[in-house]
């Protein structure tokens, strides 16, 4: 059992901790907002997980795979949003640390990942490949999500915190600026790159 735990932490931790919207969409708030003012975004992520966990779990991949326009529908919506957040993050102001204020929300990072196609793949894979073997299947499912859920909060607020560590440089409007777009453009790239088939 030891060995499944230690499997599906590695797995989650690569899987939710690697550069893609949500976590580049952290750091740049991090970066840009500092972490306290980040962390209503970072529990609106968590939260917006917490929906993807319970909907792979109850089945969502059969439900796409009956509907597949529905994937294609939730993916663009997904995509959509992430970019309105990404452009969010690229046009904050940059005269000084304290002239950003509308800092992205609670809600905006609900709907971040609530629409984040590589946040649902991900738990698909998780649930498919590394579901903890318990003797009831539920329990499986429901430990298997706690766990990942876990990982992800950890993997989640270190994203945010690597962006607070960046935020001395966004003293400089210059650097700030191309920093800000850096990580917009790094955010567009890794969902396109999720809307890939």
């Not at 893609?20 to 968590?46: D, E, K, N, S």
Request: with cysteine; proline share 6%; net charge positive.
């Amino acid at each position: 059992m030891l060995e499944a735990v230690l499997s599906l932490i590695v797995a989650t931790g690569l899987l939710l901790g690697s550069p893609g919207p949500a976590p580049l969409a952290l750091a740049a708030t991090g970066a840009t907002f500092g972490i306290r003012r980040g962390a209503p975004f970072l529990l609106g992520i968590l939260l917006g997980l917490s929906v993807a966990i319970i909907g792979a779990s109850a089945g969502l991949a059969a439900l796409f795979s009956r509907f597949p326009e529905l994937r294609l529908v939730c993916q663009l919506l997904g995509a959509a949003y992430i970019a309105f957040i990404a452009y969010k993050i690229a046009s904050a102001p940059i005269t000084s640390l304290d002239a950003a204020k509308q800092a992205p929300s609670f809600k905006d990072g609900f709907i971040l990942n609530l629409l984040n196609p590589k946040a649902y793949a991900a738990f698909l894979a998780i649930f498919s490949q590394f579901l903890l073997p318990l003797e009831n299947t539920a329990l499986g499912y429901l430990a298997t999500g706690v766990c990942a859920l876990m990982v992800a909060t950890l993997v989640d607020t270190l994203w945010l915190i690597f962006g607070g560590l960046l935020r001395p440089l966004f003293a400089r409007p210059r650097a700030a600026r191309i920093m800000r777009i850096s990580f917009a453009i790094a955010m567009l790239l890794a969902v396109g790159y999720a809307l890939l088939p």
